[in-house]
Antibody, heavy 121, light 109 residues
């Protein structure tokens, strides 16, 4: 059974940092791209970052580029999101999501339950 | 990356069909056959309903279908049921980054 479990969320002051982790199980982790998606309270989904299977091909959404860093450790079957210079508008539930790219294009097939990040003084 | 444009809300009666549009540009929706659609019920995690523009993952009812014309993708739900009431999001590759639509709330009257 595929499982994605996020951790590391919490309350942080504006300008602070936080590191999210996502532990994966139930599939060959290195075969899959992983992505982070966030959802602010009462708002829509926003794509944050993507990491390919090898960890070298990484892309970011415009709103986080330069402040967030995504990475993965295939030996630990984990993906990470280092968030720096946090702003109030980064307050959201952050989801770790698996991308299935086996069919030539990609779609998100498994989601974690999410971890809440609150940026407030 | 600008969010893809979706109607804020749509509605229909049980048994009817509704279509949700998702408009982007030639740099995202129009440029790649990578549009997928996600259903999200309140307090729940999103679930994929359509991938690769018009393919249904295993377990998704055939009442759900997808299509694309130019820079606009569409999700059609036929034979509306009460449990279809949810938020729907389109999602597309944009040549490196990826982008979501703003989301559409479907109300079953």
């Amino acid at each position: 059974e595929v499982q994605l479990v996020e951790s590391g969320g919490g309350l942080v002051q504006p300008g602070g940092s936080l590191r999210l982790s996502c532990a994966a199980s139930g599939f060959t982790f290195s075969d899959y791209w992983m992505t982070w998606v966030r959802q602010a309270p009462g708002k829509g989904l926003e794509w944050v970052a993507k990491v390919n299977g090898g960890g070298r091909d990484i892309d970011y959404g415009d709103s986080v580029r330069g402040r967030f860093t995504a990475s993965r450790d295939n030996a630990q079957k984990s993906v990470y999101l280092q968030m720096n210079s946090l702003r109030a508008e980064d307050t959201a539930v952050y989801y770790c999501v698996r991308l299935d790219c086996s069919g030539g294009s990609c779609y998100m097939d498994y989601w974690g339950q999410g971890t809440l990040v609150t940026v407030s003084s | 990356q600008s969010a893809l444009t979706q109607p804020r809300s749509v509605s229909g009666s049980p048994g009817q069909s509704v279509t949700i549009s998702c408009t982007g540009t030639s740099s995202d929706v129009g440029g790649y056959n990578t549009v997928s659609w996600y259903q999200q019920h309140p307090g729940k995690v999103p679930k994929v309903m359509i991938c690769d523009v018009n393919k249904r993952p295993s377990g998704v009812p055939d009442r759900f279908s997808g299509s694309k014309s130019g820079n606009t993708a569409s999700l059609t739900i036929s034979g509306l049921q009460a449990e279809d009431e949810a938020d729907y999001y389109c999602f597309s590759y944009a040549g490196g980054p990826w982008v979501f639509g703003g989301g559409t709330t479907l109300t079953v009257l």
